[in-house]
């Protein structure tokens, strides 16, 4: 059974700062996936993370994939209070149709 | 482009009636998935289909039925409510292949079981 645990599942940061969401999965996956989730929202696609050594970035937000490892990170870089939202990762089981398996979700939020 | 298309948005139900949530694509799509979501929990897939006649479960499955009678639409059937089905239910899309493709998601329906 596919097992994804994030850490931390609350994180309160200051504006400015740097951070590292981590995610890890227990068995091999053919993609990574970010998303990011406001309150009463539906998700929105951050990254899509393919092969081993993938590294995407979109503003403030880079994201990484180590197979190997069986773990991807999200990086953020001087936060800012628009970033606050909830992120969750997601993996597609190797050879399945789009089946993800969810981690529990970061709840971030930047402070002034 | 509509993209993915979920109805109703909000829904109250009373235990034991039965109800169907709408999805429809218009990318032409062959992959289609139901999840849920639990307060402070990451989506669970429901069930899911890989073109149009073909249906499987998900992790958490029971109570619902799906359908995949065209490639442009899945519903989802709640066959009897019940209180644990409160939940928000979120429809995805994706095209088949191998390359990165983003999985579209539906805006949610939200469901209350009373």
């Known amino acids: 059974e596919l097992k994804v645990e994030q850490n931390p599942l609350f994180l309160s940061m200051q504006e400015g700062k740097n951070y590292t969401i981590y995610c890890n999965y227990s068995t091999t996956s053919d993609r990574l996936y970010w998303y990011r989730q406001d309150p009463g929202k539906s998700l929105e696609s951050l990254f899509v993370l393919l092969s081993n050594g993938a590294v995407k970035q979109e503003g403030r937000l880079m994201a990484s994939l180590d197979t190997k490892a069986r773990l991807s990170t999200l990086h953020i870089t001087a936060a800012v209070h628009d970033l606050s939202a909830t992120y969750f990762c997601a993996v597609d089981r190797t050879g399945s149709a789009r089946q993800l398996t969810f981690g529990s979700g970061t709840q971030l939020t930047v402070l002034p | 482009n509509a993209g993915v298309t979920q109805t109703p948005k909000f829904q109250v139900l009373k235990t034991g009636q039965s109800m169907t949530l709408q999805c429809a694509q218009d990318?032409?799509?062959?992959?289609m998935s139901w999840y849920r979501q639990d307060p402070g929990m990451g989506l669970r897939l429901i069930h899911y289909?890989?073109?149009?006649?073909?249906?499987d479960q998900g992790e958490v499955p029971n109570g619902y039925n799906v359908s995949r009678s065209t490639t442009e639409d899945f519903p989802l059937r709640l066959l009897s409510a019940a209180p644990s089905q409160t939940s928000v239910y979120f429809c995805a899309s994706s095209p088949k292949g191998l390359t990165g493709n983003t999985i579209y998601f539906g805006e949610g329906s939200w469901l209350t079981v009373v």
């Open positions: 289909s890989v073109g149009a006649g073909i249906t």
């Open positions: 990318m032409n799509h062959e992959y």
